[in-house]
């Protein structure tokens, strides 16, 4: 099956910080989605990419899928109270029809 | 508003009963997923539906058993065959294209606790 490994596990840092968390696989997905997850709440989807290399931003958020097709990244500018949370990737890879998702990056932001 | 509503927010069962959870979306999106969520783990796919009337095993179905009558609603079946339903279940609705899912909205969640 698909397998994505996700780090770091946790991050706990202190508010203005930027934050940077990735996920890789050993095989080649050809969509990464990452969410982020409030306690007690259904994952809010915050960016969508889908070409080898595309840069995508939302606000202070940017994702980047891997040039090698078997990577993505998030970072987090300028990192805020309300960011605290779990960040999950998820990825299709070629040749599957559903989603893989990561464990999970919970960060927290000290004020 | 369009999204995704499940339902109860919680639910508490006596252990050998089944118990089923209510998901509709008004996203007029065709593939319907059901996900479980453990402590410190990634979300793992239960069952999956892309269109009605028709639905694929997930990596861990045994013990659920799921129905899509109406492309609006994907309900869940917990069963007492299932051996650790006490878990946080979450749906999620997405388009369709060329054969495979894309972007997945997903419900608030509905956490189950069998006792």
């Known amino acids: 099956g698909q397998q994505l490994n996700q780090s770091p596990q946790s991050m706990f840092i202190q508010e203005g910080e930027d934050v940077s968390m990735n996920c890789t696989s050993s095989s080649i997905f050809n969509t990464w989605l990452w969410y982020k997850q409030d306690p007690g709440e259904g994952p809010v989807l915050l960016i969508a990419?889908?070409?080898?290399?595309e840069l995508t931003s939302n606000g202070r958020l940017t994702a980047q899928f891997g040039i090698t097709r078997k990577d993505s990244f998030l970072n987090i500018s300028a990192s805020i109270p309300s960011d605290v949370g779990i960040y999950f990737c998820?990825?299709?890879?070629?040749?599957?029809?559903?989603?893989?998702f990561g464990k999970g990056t919970m960060l927290l932001v000290s004020p | 508003d369009g999204g995704i509503t499940q339902s109860p927010k919680y639910l508490f069962r006596k252990e050998g009963q089944n118990v089923t959870l209510s998901c509709e979306q008004n996203?007029?999106?065709?593939?319907m997923y059901w996900y479980r969520q453990d402590p410190g783990q990634g979300l793992r796919l239960i069952y999956y539906s892309q269109i009605v009337n028709d639905f694929q095993k997930g990596d861990i179905a045994e013990g659920y058993s799921v129905s899509r009558e109406k492309k609006e609603s994907f309900p869940l079946t917990v069963t007492s065959a299932q051996k650790n339903p006490t878990a946080f279940y979450l749906c999620a609705s997405s388009p369709w294209m060329q054969g495979a899912s894309y972007e997945q909205y997903f419900g608030p969640g509905t956490r189950l606790t069998v006792t």
């Open positions: 998820a990825g299709r890879q070629s040749g599957y029809s559903t989603l893989t």
């Open positions: 990419l889908y070409k080898a290399g």
């Open positions: 996203l007029n999106h065709d593939a």
